[in-house]
């Protein structure tokens, strides 16, 4: 047993799913014992598939699984700054967090999707204004949530000044909701992760980008004085697992890749390549994997996991 690494459940709705899709999925994973059921946040599809019956929205799911779930931990992956204001953001997130009982966990990054912008009249600046706004906003949401009951917050920013607020509602989680960055960018974002992030994540890369990163995480720390063991390290990567050849072949067609290019890119193979895998990632320093799950149909896939592979890990 690898002893360290925790298994969460992570969706991309925009590829298809409603609600009670959705609701099905992260109640199977509680029941199964995963640690949590986190979404993207997106509002268009990506590919050829039809995305049908059209985008849901990542905080009215969350807020509805609040109520539908008992004890799984419920987050994004990504949400991106450029959809929401912060001021209404740390709101929303802290009524979420109170609707779960302290469940909540934030991911945000620039968002990178110029369609989905487009195609529902988001404005999306240049690159390096998204990052401006993405650390503007984080100072802003932190800012808010940790500002003493009975006293008010201000910040004199360039795209969000703010002023007198009351700073409220907090958040049932002290001193605040965990708040997970991630990406491959090699300078702003580890300062950002070693200045806000409780968590930080890298999406579908190698062991070897992940160790680099990593690495540049734990620098950007130590150069403002943070513990850089305060945070803690995850990966995403895509899930296609299968007691058989035959079926994990079959779980690789359904969602359009190739079995041969997820073993080489993703968590791939029997039980025990995935295991494996998991055991490169783990000695890599993620502390947490994020199973990506695109066949929402396909419960079994859940529970094969959860019984051959989250005992071992």
């Not at 993207?40 to 929205?57: A, N, Q, R």
């Amino acid at each position: 047993m690898l002893g360290l690494m925790e298994l969460r459940i992570f969706t991309e709705p925009q590829q298809g799913a409603s609600y009670d899709q959705l609701l099905t999925v992260a109640r199977c994973a509680e029941d199964a014992g995963y640690a949590a059921f986190f979404r993207s946040d997106h509002y268009l599809k990506m590919g050829t598939v039809s995305g049908d019956p059209g985008p849901t929205d990542a905080w009215t799911t969350l807020a509805g699984l609040a109520r539908d779930t008992r004890q799984i931990r419920l987050g994004t992956l990504m949400s991106a700054a450029t959809f929401r204001l912060p001021g209404p953001l740390a709101i929303t997130v802290a009524q979420v967090d109170a609707m779960s009982g302290g469940r909540v966990e934030l991911g945000i990054g620039t968002g990178w999707y110029a369609e989905e912008h487009s195609a529902y009249g988001i404005p999306f600046p240049p690159l390096g204004e998204r990052f401006d706004r993405l650390e503007e906003q984080l100072a802003v949401i932190t800012g808010l949530w940790s500002t003493p009951a009975g006293q008010t917050f201000d910040h004199d920013g360039r795209y969000y000044p703010v002023s007198g607020s009351p700073a409220l509602p907090k958040p049932v989680q002290q001193p605040r909701p965990p708040i997970l960055l991630g990406g491959m960018g090699p300078r702003r974002t580890p300062r950002l992760a070693a200045r806000y992030a409780d968590e930080f994540n890298l999406p579908f890369v190698s062991v070897e980008d992940t160790t680099a990163q990593f690495g540049r995480v734990r620098e950007a720390c130590a150069a403002i004085g943070r513990d850089a063991d305060e945070l803690t390290y995850s990966n995403a990567l895509v899930l296609c697992c299968g007691r058989t050849e035959d079926e994990i072949r079959r779980r690789a067609a359904a969602i359009g890749r190739d079995a041969d290019e997820l073993r080489a890119n993703g968590l791939a193979g029997t039980p025990a390549e995935v295991v494996d895998t998991i055991g490169r990632y783990a000695a890599a320093g993620s502390q947490r994997i994020y199973l990506q799950i695109l066949d929402l149909t396909d419960l079994d896939h859940l529970d094969l996991v959860a019984t051959t592979v989250l005992p071992q890990v």
